[in-house]
């Protein structure tokens, strides 16, 4: 049973536009979610987070959007930039749960064209 | 700050092999983990510490073995390695209760023949 979904495989936009990746979540315990970065090769990198007491978190260029009603939370990039370009995972924590531990969506690959 | 380094960087092993993969961290983190993203798969949780000298289970455990005799290390053992623990396996930390943010390394990419 998959907790946390992502159901864009793929996301491709122009250079400067907004990219908005999307994820849904089942556990109605979760009450931290947290977007990564990850390049080819590398190890995925904290982007942004947001804790259920809120609905929106901004950081620069990135926001994350949380529904909670909808179990839905969102991640927007503008303007989008060619060296966004990377993979994009939506995790989810249970803050009162056993060591927040961190359950990950599949993930989005993003591409920017220049 | 070195952060999160893992050893090594790549390995090939044959079926019923053994190895062990490292990972240290000089943040002085409670929390340790080990991560496996197959494609398609996202990462998945192998196994976990808190601090040393205690282990847990994540999500995926079978085929693999834990200790964390310091703060510092947490290896992980695969004592007979077999095709389907192809993958790459990324370990991370995190500070104490209260936070939720992990932090990565750069991952070992494991094929297994």
């Known amino acids: 049973d998959q907790q946390v979904k992502q159901n864009s495989p793929s996301l491709s936009v122009q250079e400067g536009r907004i990219s908005i990746l999307n994820c849904d979540y089942t556990?109605?315990?979760?009450?931290?979610f947290l977007w990564y970065k990850k390049y080819p090769a590398e190890g995925p990198t904290f982007l942004i987070s947001i804790s259920s007491i809120k609905d929106k978190n901004e950081d620069g260029r990135f926001t994350v959007f949380l529904n909670k009603s909808a179990k839905h939370l969102s991640l927007h990039i503008v303007p989008s930039q060619p060296g966004d370009s990377a993979v994009y995972f939506c995790?989810?924590?249970?803050?009162?749960?056993?060591?927040?531990?961190?359950?990950f969506g599949k993930g989005t690959l993003l591409t920017v064209n220049p | 700050n070195a952060g999160v380094t893992q050893t090594p960087k790549f390995q090939v092993l044959k079926t019923g092999q053994s190895m062990t993969l490292q990972c240290a961290q000089d943040m002085n983190h409670e929390y340790m983990s080990w991560y496996r993203q197959d494609p398609g798969m996202g990462l998945r949780l192998i196994h976990y510490?808190?601090?040393?000298?205690?282990?847990d289970q994540g999500e995926v455990p079978n085929g693999y073995n834990v200790s964390r005799s310091t703060t510092e290390d947490f290896p992980l053992r695969l004592l007979s390695a077999a095709p389907s623990q192809t993958s790459v396996y990324f370990c991370?930390?995190?500070?104490?209760?209260?936070?939720?943010?992990?932090?990565f390394g750069p991952g070992t990419r494991l094929l297994v023949l």
């Open positions: 991370a930390s995190r500070t104490g209760t209260g936070v939720v943010t992990q932090y």
């Open positions: 556990n109605s315990m979760f009450d931290y």
């Open positions: 995790a989810a924590s249970d803050s009162g749960g056993s060591n927040y531990k961190l359950t």
């Open positions: 510490s808190v601090g040393a000298g205690i282990t």
